[in-house]
C-alpha cells in the first residue's frame, strides 16, 4: 500500500479554517480589534460584521431592540453583543461530539 | 439496477484521480462509470451535462474548495450522494462537511483494511434504493441500523436529525440504554425518534458512563414503538375523498403555540414578501415579519457564504423581550418569550414549538 500512503500525504491546505475568537466593530463596521488570526479572511470578517450589525438595526426600526443575538449553524455560533452602535463578536466553531448549548444567559 | 451508476471523482491530484478511476470502476461490484474532474468548475460542469449517483471531492481544491463545491452539489443535486475523500485530518472540516450534507468523510486510506472499507461502503452507498429516506453511514433504514449495532453488540450513540430538531440514542454493549429528543427522555424519546420519517444520522463514539434509563430488550423496544406509530396512525381522521389540504387552520396552529411557558407572541410568515401572515399577540405584525425575513434571509446568505452547514436558530435577548426566530419548510417562525425566562429555556421551547410546528 505504499502508493497509497504517497497519495495521502495532506497538501497546505487552502481552505479556511473558521477560528475561535473575537472582534469589535464601531457603529460604520469598522473592525476595532480582534483576537482572530490574521489567516481568517478580511472578507469574512466584513460578511459577520455587515450582517450583524444589520440584524440589530433593523430589530430597532422593527420596535424590537435587541442587546444581544446568539446565531447557531451547524458548524458554527455567532454570538453578538451590541456596542453603542457597534457590536463585539464572539466566533464559536462547533465540533459534531459537543452537545449544543446556548452560550448567552 | 438499470445501468451502471456514475460516479464522479473530483481531485486536482491527476494521480490519485487515475488510480481511484481505475479502482472503483475495476472493483466494485456495482461496476460504476467513473468521471473524473481536476477542479471544481470541471466537475460542476459535468454535473450539469449527466446525472451522477455519486460524487467523491477532496476539499483542498485550487480557486473554488471541495467545501463551496459540495455545497453547491448538495443544494442543486440534493439526491445525489456527496462523500469527501481527503488527506486533512481536522475535525472542524469534517463537523462542516456533514454539516452540509454531505454522506461521508473519508482521510484517504493508507492501508489495504482502510482500502477495503472505503471500497465496501462506496459500493454500500450506489446500491442503495432508499434515496428519499435517512442519509446516514450506511443508507439504511433507522431501524436497521439500530438493530445491526445491538446484533453487533456495539456501545455507540446514534445522533439523529430531523429537519431542525435532534435526537440521540445511546447504544450500550448491545443493548439501547437511553434516548433524548425534543426535551423526552427514555422511551418516549426513542419512539418519538423512530417517528421521524426523514432525516439523517451518524454513529458517534459511546459513552460508558451514560446512565441506563431503558430496561426494554432492542427488540421489544422495537415492537412496542411500531405498536404505537400504528395505534397513532389509525387514530388520524380520514382525509376525505379529493381534499388536497388537510392541515389544520394556521391560527389555531399559532394558538397552540402560544401555550407554551414564556410564549408573548407568536407570527408566522411565509417566504415571500406578499405571503399572508399569521401571528398571535402582535399589534403590529407587519415589520416584525419584515425584519425576520431579512434577518433569516440574511444569515442564511452568510452560512453560504462561510460554509458552516445550515442557520438552525437565532435567538435575540432585548430589554422588552427575547425573540427566537427560525425557518421550518417554507414558514418563518418568530417567537417573542418573556425576557426573564433564561436563553437555554428559550432555545428549548424554540426546538419543542418546531417539532410541534412540524407534526
Same mark, same amino acid.
Given at each position: ?105 | ?18 488510480? *481511484? ?67 486533512? !485530518? ?7 462537511? *456533514? ?66 430538531? #435532534? ?41 460508558? #458512563? ?7 430488550? *432492542? ?33 389555531? !396552529? ?24 399569521? *401571528? ?80
Amino acid at each position: 500500500m505504499g502508493i497509497l500512503s504517497l497519495f495521502a500525504k495532506s497538501k497546505g491546505c487552502r481552505l479556511v479554517h473558521l477560528p475561535s475568537g473575537s472582534f469589535t466593530l464601531d457603529r460604520d463596521g469598522r473592525v476595532m480589534s480582534s483576537t482572530l488570526p490574521i489567516s481568517f479572511p478580511a472578507a469574512h470578517i466584513r460578511w459577520i460584521g455587515q450582517h450583524v450589525l444589520a440584524t440589530f438595526h433593523a430589530a430597532q426600526n422593527a420596535h424590537m431592540p435587541l442587546s444581544e443575538i446568539l446565531i447557531s449553524f451547524a458548524a458554527l455560533r455567532i454570538l453578538a453583543r451590541e456596542l453603542r452602535g457597534g457590536a463585539i463578536i464572539y466566533l464559536m466553531p462547533q465540533s459534531l461530539n459537543q452537545p449544543l448549548k446556548p452560550a448567552l444567559n | 439496477m438499470p445501468s451502471n451508476p456514475k460516479i464522479l471523482l473530483l481531485d486536482d491530484d491527476l494521480g490519485v484521480l487515475e488510480l *481511484y478511476r481505475e479502482m472503483l470502476s475495476q472493483h466494485l461490484p456495482s461496476l460504476p462509470e467513473v468521471r473524473t474532474a481536476s477542479n471544481a468548475s470541471r466537475a460542476l460542469a459535468l454535473l450539469e451535462s449527466d446525472t451522477f449517483a455519486l460524487m467523491i471531492s477532496d476539499l483542498n481544491l485550487p480557486k473554488m474548495d471541495g467545501l463551496q463545491t459540495l455545497s453547491i452539489a448538495r443544494r442543486k443535486y440534493p439526491q445525489m450522494r456527496l462523500v469527501v475523500l481527503t488527506g486533512i !485530518r481536522d475535525e472542524q472540516f469534517r463537523t462542516r462537511a *456533514y454539516a452540509m450534507g454531505v454522506d461521508q468523510y473519508w482521510i484517504k486510506p493508507e492501508s489495504d483494511q482502510e482500502l477495503g472499507l472505503f471500497m465496501e461502503s462506496i459500493e454500500s452507498l450506489l446500491s442503495s434504493e432508499d434515496q428519499g429516506k435517512f442519509r446516514g453511514l450506511q443508507s439504511k433504514s433507522l431501524v436497521d441500523i439500530i438493530q445491526l449495532e445491538c446484533l453487533s453488540q456495539s456501545t455507540t450513540t446514534l445522533k439523529i436529525t430531523n429537519g431542525v430538531v #435532534d435526537g440521540r440514542i445511546w447504544i450500550q454493549n448491545g443493548e439501547v440504554i437511553d434516548a433524548e429528543a425534543v426535551g423526552l427522555n427514555a422511551e418516549p424519546a426513542f419512539q418519538r425518534i423512530l417517528s421521524w420519517k426523514t432525516g439523517s444520522f451518524e454513529l458517534l463514539p459511546g459513552d460508558p #458512563d451514560r446512565s441506563r434509563t431503558i430496561f426494554t430488550s *432492542y427488540q421489544g423496544l422495537l415492537l412496542n414503538t411500531a405498536q404505537a406509530l400504528d395505534e397513532a396512525a389509525s387514530q388520524l381522521p380520514p382525509v376525505p375523498q379529493g381534499a388536497t389540504d388537510p392541515a389544520p387552520d394556521a391560527a389555531m !396552529r399559532i394558538a397552540e403555540l402560544s401555550q407554551f411557558p414564556g410564549v408573548e407572541f407568536v407570527l408566522a410568515s411565509g417566504l415571500n414578501r406578499d405571503s399572508k401572515d399569521d *401571528y398571535w399577540g402582535l399589534d403590529h405584525p407587519q415589520p416584525v415579519a419584515q425584519w425576520v425575513q431579512d434577518t433569516l434571509r440574511g444569515f442564511a446568505e452568510l452560512a453560504d457564504q462561510l460554509q458552516v452547514g445550515h442557520l438552525q436558530q437565532i435567538i435575540g435577548t432585548g430589554p422588552q423581550r427575547k425573540v427566537a426566530l427560525a425557518r421550518s419548510g417554507d414558514t418563518q417562525l418568530c417567537v417573542g418569550f418573556t425576557p426573564a425566562l433564561p436563553a437555554d429555556t428559550v432555545q428549548e421551547t424554540m426546538n419543542s414549538i418546531l417539532t410541534k410546528w412540524v407534526s
